[in-house]
């Protein structure tokens, strides 16, 4: 079975630094796709970023990057110039059997 | 266009009684998902939906929990007989399959009293 991991519950940074999210995933498949999903306190969960497993190129949305390890089943997620609306629940999620399986979340706090 | 709609937002209910939930999927998603969100954890999965097919219903935690869809439009999901540990927010999400994204709805949030 797919299992997601989030080792890191809580997470803060100073606006406009940068901070990596860590995620890795348990996996036999070879061609997939990770997606990282943020939620704010309106519980609106909303995609940030989403990377397929055979691109060798990691996937980049504006200030959100992704640094993906296939071999490592590492999928962390990189939030350049920090904003306060960033503060938020983060989740990474990978597609096992036709549903998502979500980590359990990553609170980021956002300090001015 | 329309994203996913909930309803309703809130439902506070009391120990033992029935609850129906809805949800308002995009037009045109085939697939359709449940989800259960406790306080501060992460997301749950409760049943999948996709086109005609049989419901993939392997996560619902107990007979107390089930859920329709008519074709490709709206689902509901009804909680029977509610107990405390049923609160939670409930999610649904609607997708054109399973490598795109999924838009989610607002949720709606039980409380068992």
């Known amino acids: 079975a797919q299992t997601v991991t989030q080792s890191q519950p809580e997470m803060s940074v100073q606006e406009a630094e940068t901070v990596t999210l860590s995620c890795t995933y348990d996996t036999s498949e070879s061609d997939y796709y990770l997606f990282w999903y943020k939620q704010p306190p309106s519980r609106q969960m909303i995609l940030v970023i989403r990377q397929e497993a055979y691109k060798q190129q990691n996937a980049t949305e504006n200030r959100f990057s992704v640094n993906f390890q296939k071999a490592a089943k590492s999928f962390s997620l990189k939030i350049s110039d920090s904003q306060l609306g960033d503060a938020a629940m983060y989740f990474c999620a990978f597609p096992g059997a036709q549903k998502l399986v979500f980590g359990q979340g990553t609170r980021l706090t956002i300090n001015p | 266009g329309a994203g996913v709609s909930q309803s309703p937002s809130n439902k506070v209910t009391e120990k033992g009684k029935d609850v129906e939930l809805r949800c308002d999927p995009i037009s045109g998603h085939t697939a359709l998902y449940w989800y259960r969100q406790r306080l501060g954890q992460g997301l749950e999965f409760l049943i999948y939906f996709q086109g005609n097919s049989a419901p993939d219903k392997s996560g619902l935690p107990s007979d107390r929990f089930s859920a329709e869809r008519t074709g490709e439009s709206v689902s509901t999901l009804t909680i029977q007989r509610t107990q405390q540990e049923d609160s939670a927010v409930y999610l649904c999400?609607?997708?054109?399959?399973?490598?795109?994204?999924?838009?989610f709805g607002p949720g709606t949030r039980l409380t068992v009293t």
């Open positions: 999400a609607s997708t054109l399959g399973i490598s795109y994204e999924q838009y």
